[in-house]
């Protein structure tokens, strides 16, 4: 038996997540993109409130200056001061998901509207940060990585037994155990929690 998995963006995202402040210095936001390896962050305001999203490439806007040496023309002077505030830089339409938003939703979202990253809010309060790197590091987990963390999960729910007979191929995990009234189903659904599980295959194991 098999099926594709759904998963929740709870299950991927980052969290707690890494956010600046509206009147953070620009080198300062800069300083906690790069030290945390994140490529955007949420804006947060006075009241710890989403107010935008700042990346990167916002955040590298007007920091630098033309370089008179690679060209043979007069370096022109800025027509105004290089933005100093994240509030200047940062982008305040902001596409948001929730925990139990669905991780097909929230990949449609990143590849329409061209962004790497989503706040997770619950509420008003930001609980986390999806992005395509959590997405692809769910992904690029071994099969023995994730052989054990299913094994792991099912000794967990069943600690005495039944025992299940775990293999990974690819993503796929392969479940083998003996008859239980609800064996399966649990299983199953362990399993499909375990983040870098594609898809699901159980059977009932023979008796010798």
């Known amino acids: 038996m098999g099926g594709q998995v759904a998963m929740l963006v709870r299950e991927v995202m980052s969290s707690p997540a890494i956010t600046v402040r509206r009147t953070d210095p620009v080198r300062r936001a800069i300083r906690v993109l790069h030290d945390n390896d994140i490529t955007a962050a949420p804006v947060v305001d006075d009241a710890g409130r989403l107010a935008g999203v700042v990346s990167e490439l916002d955040l590298l806007r007007g920091e630098f200056e033309p370089d008179p040496r690679a060209t043979v023309q007069p370096a022109r002077s800025a027509q105004e001061p290089p933005p100093r505030r994240v509030m200047e830089v940062m982008t305040s339409d902001v596409v948001t998901v929730s925990e139990t938003t ?22 008003h309060e930001i609980v986390g940060v999806i992005s395509r790197r ?20 099912l000794h967990e729910q069943y600690p005495f037994g039944p025992s299940w007979d775990v293999t990974v191929h690819n993503g796929v995990a392969e479940l083998s155990g003996p008859p239980h009234k609800y064996a399966d189903h649990i299983a199953d659904v362990l399993a499909r929690t375990v983040p870098g599980i594609v898809r699901v295959r159980h059977h009932i194991r023979s008796s010798p």
Request: charged letters at 30%; aromatic letters at 0%; proline letters at 2%.
């Open 102 to 123: 669905d991780v097909t939703t929230a990949i449609g979202l990143m590849v329409g509207k061209r962004i790497k990253s989503l706040p997770v809010l619950r509420g």
């Open 134 to 153: 959590d997405l692809m590091a769910m992904l690029a987990r071994s099969d023995d990585d994730l052989r054990q963390a299913v094994a792991d999960a």
